[in-house]
């Protein structure tokens, strides 16, 4: 696709549950970034791929969360045991590591509700 | 990555320059600034990024002190849609996150 793209653009979900957020980056980006943004607050780091690997994961708040890139291209944002606090927009970027001066293109992001 | 400093707020006048302030004292030879806006509802947009040279593109200006401690950038001819947060970040290239603080609220007013 032309941009980032991520699914769901709402999720709205009970405490205690599971959720799944993914992100489609752009083509060919090898890099790919999770954010975490509450309202009225700057988007705070979760966590960096760079191909399938986790190169940053210093950002997720607890073992709650976790992330996975298995072939290098779409991620997927795993939330366990969702608690209140963990509203907020999930927002992804992807970058292209080489050849570029490493500009982050962010997607819509996807507003997680815990009721 | 270093730390930056902005003002939480500021208005400018339809069709006037906006100029958005950053201090960044204690970036690094290796680290670039980089300025980011964002609408509401939307995800953050890139805007333009220097070294220690000033810049200009499209969108905006970039002029860096010769320090680098601090930068400013300007939007020659505000428009309403430039009604947004514009934050600002310094970090090396290509080289993982970005860290975000809570940026500049710019509100255009007609």
């Known amino acids: 696709g032309a941009g980032v793209s991520q699914t769901p653009s709402n999720k709205v979900t009970e405490k205690g549950k599971y959720v799944e957020l993914r992100c489609d980056p752009i083509?060919?980006?090898?890099?790919l970034y999770w954010y975490r943004q509450s309202l009225g607050q700057g988007p705070e780091f979760l966590i960096y791929?760079?191909?399938?690997?986790?190169?940053?994961d210093s950002g997720l708040p607890n073992d709650r969360f976790f992330a996975v890139r298995p072939e290098g291209s779409v991620s997927t944002l795993k939330i366990q045991r969702t608690e209140r606090g963990d509203s907020a927009v999930y927002l992804c970027?992807?970058?292209?590591?080489?050849?570029?001066?490493?500009?982050?293109?962010f997607g819509e992001g996807s507003r997680l509700t815990v009721l | 990555d270093a730390k930056t400093t902005q003002p939480p707020s500021m208005d400018c006048a339809e069709g006037r320059a906006a100029n958005l302030p950053c201090n960044h004292s204690?970036?690094?030879?290796?680290?670039?600034v980089y300025w980011y806006r964002q609408i509401h509802s939307q995800g953050p947009q890139y805007i333009i990024h220097?070294?220690?040279n000033n810049e200009t593109n499209e969108m905006a200006s970039l002029i860096i002190t010769e320090d680098r401690k601090s930068s400013t950038l300007i939007l020659p001819h505000a428009t309403l849609r430039d009604t947004a947060v514009y934050y600002c970040i310094v970090r090396v290239a290509n080289a993982g996150k970005s860290t975000f603080g809570d940026g500049t609220t710019l509100t255009v007013k007609p």
């Open positions: 220097g070294l220690k």
């Open positions: 970027a992807s970058s292209a590591s080489v050849g570029g001066v490493g500009e982050l293109f």
């Open positions: 204690t970036i690094s030879g290796n680290e670039y």
């Open positions: 791929f760079q191909g399938t690997g986790a190169a940053d």
């Open positions: 083509s060919g980006h090898t890099a």
